[in-house]
């Protein structure tokens, strides 16, 4: 047996028909008990899944969120690199720079994608 049929016996037990990215997942479990901390693997990666469920993402959508949710943690202890990333994702296009707390860009930002994948 392997991963992959355990995944498929998982999705049959679990009524889902569904491709799973094993290395996206893998890959998101490896940077979150590594970056920020061993337990923060499983959670982080059951949060994907209800985000990917709840809103109905795409593979592109769940990829995207994988994507922000890896940076997230790669720069979890190093809180200069946050501002400096917050700072850049809120220059406007004008040059202006509006430095927003970092949960409400990132919940904003949530939003705003999460209409665009359904």
């Known amino acids: ?5 355990w995944i498929d016996e998982a999705c049959a037990l679990l009524g889902l028909d569904h491709d799973v990215d094993e290395a996206l997942v893998l890959d998101l479990a490896r940077v979150c008990a590594h970056g920020v901390e061993r337990p923060a693997a499983p959670v982080t990666t059951y949060l994907l899944g209800y985000a990917a469920a709840a809103g109905r993402l795409d593979a592109q959508g769940i990829e995207e ?3 922000r949710l890896t940076a997230l943690a790669e720069r979890w202890d190093t809180p200069d690199a946050e501002v ?3 700072a850049t994702d ?3 296009p004008d040059g ?3 430095v927003p707390d970092a949960d409400l860009a990132i919940a ?3 939003a705003e994608g999460d209409s665009q994948q359904h």
């Open 84 to 86: 400096a990333s917050d």
């Open 108 to 110: 904003v930002g949530d």
């Open 65 to 67: 969120r994988a994507d």
């Open 1 to 5: 047996m392997t991963l992959h049929d």
């Open 90 to 92: 809120a220059a406007s």
């Open 96 to 98: 202006d720079v509006d």
